[in-house]
């Protein structure tokens, strides 16, 4: 795996854009089109809000980003934080709204993760390479593989 | 718009429809992102319009701000004109 990016910044909303910014550029670099770079971008941005608001819930903290990219196979985007665990629904995902009065606003932010991405894991209390106990989200883009030339 | 800019948007909505303006075409031209939290201002907004026999279009939207509508399945309760007069004869 190659190594596009490392960054932590501060868990704050406003820092949220530099992180989807780089993914979107990580993402172009590793070949995918305007159109899938801006997936990557969104599901990034979805992730580190879910990160500010669930796991600091307005305490200081940061965001880890490591983006990886396997050429023509999968890229990579990993996010650590040192928050509090919180709860990610899993199994489907729910039908789309078709009414107004089925209209949530809850679980936009996971719906677009999980669409954008082709996988997303989430790990909780998990120990780090140096001891600390962090929460990760590992999610995955699957790449079509280069046609042979 | 993502969720550090949104909070000023969804003011401006509620601002509108505290004024009793429920029938609301968003022109989205020159917007070229948008994040859940801007769906979520979206959202309230249409639920507040429909409750008054109003509604909520959006006009002029790019390529990738459709997606992030079609992305959470909102096509069908948000319509995307091409054009904001358009939009604004539907309402």
Redesign the interface.
Known sequence: MIILRRLSLPAR??Q??VF?REARAAASEAGMNE?EA??V??AV??AC?NI??HAYAGNPGEIDMEIAWEPARTFVVILTDEGRPFIVPDGPLA??????EE???GG??L??IR??MSEARWEFGVGAADGRKVNRLTMTRDLAPVAAS | M???TAPEFDNALKGLQLEGRHKIVLDFAGLD?M???G??AM??A??EA?AHNGGVLVAAAN??IR??IA????Q??FPVFDDILEAVDSL
Request: glycine share 4%; proline share 4%.
């Open positions: 909303h406003n949220l854009v989807a159109a801006y997936r971008e969104l941005d979805e809000a500010v608001d039908s789309p709204p078709k009414s107004v209209l949530r606003v936009l932010g719906r677009i669409q954008a | 993502d969720s550090a992102y994040s859940s939290a769906l979520r959202v309230a249409l639920k429909k390529d990738k997606d992030t992305l959470v399945g909102f069908s309760l």
